[in-house]
């Protein structure tokens, strides 16, 4: 059953960000005993990515300096023309999917949202791009948010995005949701599944579509009460 990782008491016994990579690892684990011969899953995980262009800048100028000699072989690039803000994701908690068939390509996603995905309004558009790109892209993706402790709503967001004018309305604070992009009749569609959950509630089995491949199903509980075991956390 879901257990509430962000408010008291576990989240002052286990930390949530631990929790998540072990449950990425498990559903990738899931996954790739699921999947064909050629196919396999991987989980990434990054928290707190910075891309800090002045330590880039000082460490090439501390090597430059030291290659001084060389310096007609050194080539640098006029300023940029123009710079605006762009945020950038700055947790990722997900597992890849891919087809290994002439070199490993991705074809479905989970993300596993965290805190910072839903913290603020460029940390939330920059989450509901990154879907929306997969989706354009035809590869399978699976939200699993079970975040307490913001109530931003990314699967309303994603909606927003990918179809503004359907008034589609399927709020849920915490919520898995499935979506396949695909043709039906030769229009294309966006199948959506979406899953309220509840905190001591069961989490649902999502489909994932892989791009080109089969269908795999995503055992969230399974995995979620095996990651459970294995870090001790009972009740």
């Known amino acids: 059953m879901l257990r509430d990782h962000f408010h008291p008491p576990l989240s002052e016994q286990r930390f949530w960000h631990a929790f998540h990579n072990a449950w990425a690892t498990h559903i990738a684990d899931d996954l790739t005993q699921r999947l064909p011969p050629g196919w396999f899953a991987s989980p990434n995980v990054q928290f707190g990515i910075e891309i800090d262009v002045a330590t880039f800048e000082e460490a090439i100028a501390s090597a430059d300096a030291e290659r001084a000699h060389y310096a007609e072989d050194a080539w640098t690039p006029r300023q940029p023309t123009m710079a605006v803000e762009y945020p950038i994701t700055t947790d990722i908690v997900q597992v890849d999917v891919y087809s ?29 791009s990154k879907c929306d790109a997969y989706l354009r892209a035809g590869i399978g993706l699976v939200v699993v948010d079970i975040v307490t402790n913001r109530s931003a709503d990314l699967h309303q967001d994603l909606l927003e995005r ?8 399927e709020t849920s604070r915490i919520y898995a949701a499935a979506y396949r992009a695909a043709v039906h009749k030769d229009i294309a569609s966006l199948d959506i599944w979406h899953e309220p959950l509840s905190i001591g509630g069961i989490l649902p089995k999502m489909p994932l579509y892989l791009r080109g491949g089969p269908l795999v199903p995503v055992d969230l509980e399974a995995t979620y009460e095996l990651t459970c075991r294995g870090q001790r956390i009972v009740g």
């Open 100 to 128: 290994s068939d002439g070199g490993p390509m991705l074809v479905g996603a989970i993300e596993l949202v965290s805190p910072s995905n839903k913290d603020r309004e460029e940390h939330r558009d920059a989450f509901v």
């Open 162 to 169: 990918v179809a503004p004018e359907s008034n589609l309305r």
